[in-house]
């Protein structure tokens, strides 16, 4: 079966940077449009960041631009998310989601909270 599974969360001061991972089996990666998608308390899951099956095209929530990068690697069935200059309202449990064949696949998320 398909399973994503996130890492990489956790605690960061305001400024600070985390790489979010999200490693991926059960199904071909290579063909799989990947995205990141958040959900803070209280509010609705949202797109953060999505990106092209060969890593070409990618496209950002406004609220990141400039700060976070997307990125995959087809060879380790692994996408990534490199997030800096997080401030406190990037709080939130990020979600990795596979896009096959119009079949949606999603991880179990991992907290990201920014606090001093």
């Known amino acids: 079966q398909v399973q994503l599974v996130e890492s990489g969360g956790g605690l960061v001061q305001p400024g600070g940077s985390l790489r979010l991972s999200c490693a991926a089996s059960?199904?071909?990666?290579?063909?799989?449009?990947m995205s990141w998608y958040r959900q803070a308390p209280g509010k609705e899951r949202e797109l953060v960041a999505a990106i092209s099956t060969l890593g070409i095209g990618t496209n950002y929530a406004d609220s990141v631009k400039g700060r976070f990068t997307i990125s995959r690697d087809n060879a380790k069935n692994t996408v990534y998310l490199q997030m800096n200059s997080l401030k406190p309202e990037d709080t939130a449990v990020y979600y990795c989601?596979?896009?096959?064949?119009?079949?949606?696949?999603w991880g179990q998320g991992t907290q990201v909270t920014v606090s001093s």
């Open positions: 989601k596979a896009r096959l064949y119009s079949n949606d696949y």
């Open positions: 059960g199904l071909t990666f290579s063909r799989s449009v």
